[in-house]
């Protein structure tokens, strides 16, 4: 039983970033723009993410306070994201590029943009940027009194997640309401579906694009600082985030587009990713475990296929640019 | 006159790069009036409507709006101005529901409950029949079509523009929708109706407006013309409306077809223990309700539907030589032993052509594989593609123009030119003439007959009864997949079709074989 239970905490631990990676991605395909870019952004959202809560700290000094770290790291991480989002959605919104090719691009440069910062902050602050201990507590700790978090199972089961977890949910949340509720999100998921259609109907189509993609994308970088700042340990180093952000292009896929579906995917994902710590079978390299994500998109796909419900699609126009007078 | 024009179209041109779609058009409508807009394919009536709807900007000229001149620069000024537009290809999305379609593009709050209630007052209105729960892609063509009248309608429209809206419905719901125009007409609103069939023009219009490659040649009341005057300013000079309808000379079976049961993709049978032989020679046409088996017939007869035929036979037999099985056998197999399909289906580009290739390109996909050397012969798909242009007169600045970019009857000259110009013994055609205008419809009625007195096989799967009945020799009914008959279309009439095609068997004959011409 307990391990069952560590199992989960620790899958759900591990898949935060990705809540974040593939409900930004998930906000981006709804409008029809297939942004590859999601590792890039991550990789630049990890490295500002980390170097704002850094340098608030060193700026701050003694006095620095956990909860404003944890928001300044947030909004770095989100500007990030946009800024890398912005230039994908000029070249393939207005100049109307092939999205692949630029999303591909947008994930060369944007590991390249964060391994720059990350390893030019480690070499001018002397081989080893991180945030202090007490500051890490913020990042790393549940939001939630001890009281609830000792209750036996549900406890760490519900109230014992770092507060990125519940941030992700709320966000989930929302984003389901407003893709299924609401005027803006049905005019969204239009514009993805048939822009001719959304056109035809008065509805702004770049304006949706590119708010759609920019903060998708901002949400997406989230993800990256969330991995810098608690899977990591609040330290740059070589590797980043290796990886990240494409399983999260896969998830998207996964939860059939779906923000909450976006949770329960990152969480098994996340079980998946570390089943070769709490799972270990002999003689099974780990290796085998570490594909296990790959391998159980590959079946969803074609489960979902086999089943064929049209909202089970991803958005019909997705990857195409729109141009009204084109024939 | 008192009152000002409803519109009025002035000096109006639009080019797209080298080819002239609109030029120097001037006309003007009335409140409260049905005007149909006539034209053959690619005379630019969609490009001009498509400028009142926002779609396109004029590059020259002015629209006025109840007098007053008006700048339309997207779909929603033209919704301020009280303009809507249902276009030939629906826009709608597959995966909303019908009243999510209707309401799109609103502000304000989403509030299912109210939007639900003004389509029932507009439904009650003028007589449409829709469930605003339904998904679109559970839905019919004309279901469809149902949705975006009432989106207009929903929008607030005075003057409604509907592009081609019979060419994809039965009669009933053809007459179910002008029993709707009308009910929308008495209640002030102008409507433009984009058609090429002149006796719905006849029908339904008070005036009509031509059009002649992009030229507007006139303006007149319904009542003061008819369908030959029409015609002629159409397509500018004389035309003969009438089937050229040979005796068959010496009808040999060319094609036999016995026991055939195919299943589709979902699993479901289509087409029911069909025989009929199809002799050179002769037309044979097949009737029947949209859906009734026509398309899995025909493809199972090409070679398409390998893998579905549950069983049967089809014996082809060449002229002189002895009968082979074609069940089995690759598409390809089939079609180099002279069995040609020109399958236009609803979706034209989506079979047959590739749409991002010029004319030449696609009459490359037919002989690319003929002779040995190492690169494909440009020279005989060049010299075609230039025929087909010039004897079907193909609409188009240059053989490597993207055939997407043609209007719709122009891409089917090229899909149907091709399949003619590889001499094939037998030659089936589905909707050969779906969407095209009078003059390039009997063009391709004429072709047929050519290849009839050929000694071909043709096969004509066809929508129109009248045309069938003209230019078929005989008609093998289809009902929900099975023979239900087969009737000479020299002595038959119409309502003995219509029974045949709602009921198997109609009135207990129909065997093959009952009324050889």
Redesign the interface.
Known sequence: MNALVLLIYNAVLNGAPLMYGTMGEVLTEKSGNLNLGVEGMMYMGGAIGLGAAFYYEKAAGAGASGAAAVLIALVFAFLAGAFGAAIYSWITISLRANQNVTGLALSIFGTGVGQFIGEYMRVREGGYVAISNELKLFFQNSPFPAALRSIPIVGQLLFSYNIFVYIAIIIAVIMAYFLNKSRTGLHLRAVGESPATADAAGIDIEKYKYLATIIGGGISAIGGMVYIMTIAGCVWNHDGLAGEGWLAVALVIFCLWKPIGAIWGAALFGALMIMYVRVQIPFVPDQIYKILPYVVTVIVLIAVSLRSKRENEPPASLGLSYFREDR | MGSPHAIEFKNISKR?GRKVANNNISFSMERGEILSLLGENGSGKTTLMNML?G??YPDEGEIFINGEPVQIR???DA?AYNIG?V?QHF??????TAA??IS???????DRDAIAKRINEIKAKYGFIIDPNK?I?EMSVSEKQTVEIVKVLYRGADVLILDEPTAVLTPQEIEHLFTVLRAMKADGKSIIIITHKLNEVMEISDEVAVLNHGEFTGKVRTCDTNPQKLTEMMVGHKVELSIRRPEPVNPQPRLTVENLTVRNHEGVNKVHHVSFTAYGGEILGIAGIAGSGQKELLEAIAGLQQISIIEGSIMYTPEGKKPSELVGKSPMQIRQSGVALAFVPEDRLGMGLVGSMGMRGNMMLRTWQHGHSLFVNRREPNELAEHIKKELDVSTPDIMYPV??LSGGNVQKVLVGREIASAPSVLMSAYAVRGLDINTSYTIYNLMTQQKERGVAVIYVGEDLDVLLELCDRILVLCDGHVSGIVDARTADKNEIGILMTSIGGVGAGKEGSTNA
């Open positions: 797209f709807a779609i396109y997207s779909p929603k919704y537009m276009h826009k709608l999305v597959d995966v909303f999510e379609n799109l593009g609103e502000s304000g709050k989403l998904k892609y997407r970019r």
